[in-house]
């Protein structure tokens, strides 16, 4: 615990506040159009779990599934910061890449491997989930 983050003009900061539940890494179409990148990598955090300064900005999407997805990102940087799924209503999810140090991260599962871009090396030893989990 007492991990912090924050995006990358600094008008965002966060403090992880409880133990992680999950660590992943997301591979689905939404997640890499967001991250600008070939993947996520997520903490699932319990919805009190974390505190955080500044304001940020939502957008609404939604996943596969048709629930709701509310990417919450800095307004002035555009980091994206977190996620709020209707999917997980007890988790709040952090984007890894914008906490301070990362060393401590070790996903431990995959999600949406079927849409992992095909030239992306495959983590062999973490387990993935074609989907979501359920």
């Known amino acids: ?15 992880i506040t409880a133990e992680p539940v999950m660590q992943a890494i997301c591979h689905c179409k939404n997640c890499q159009r967001q991250a600008g990148s070939v993947l996520s990598v997520i903490i699932g955090l319990p919805r009190d779990g974390i ?13 596969e599934s048709g629930l709701k997805v509310w990417r919450k990102f800095c307004p002035t940087c ?17 984007k890894a890449g914008t906490l301070d140090e990362t060393d401590w991260i070790e996903p431990q599962i995959q999600f949406w491997t079927k849409s992992r871009q095909h030239w992306m090396p495959v ?5 993935g989930l074609e989907g979501n989990p359920g």
């Open 1 to 15: 615990m007492g991990h912090t983050g924050g995006c990358l003009c600094g008008a965002v900061r966060y403090e």
């Open 51 to 63: 505190t955080i300064e500044g304001e940020t900005t939502t957008y609404e999407d939604s996943g």
């Open 78 to 94: 555009g980091s994206p910061l977190f996620t709020d799924a209707e999917s997980a209503p007890q988790l709040w999810f952090v």
């Open 123 to 127: 983590c062999e030893n973490i387990p």
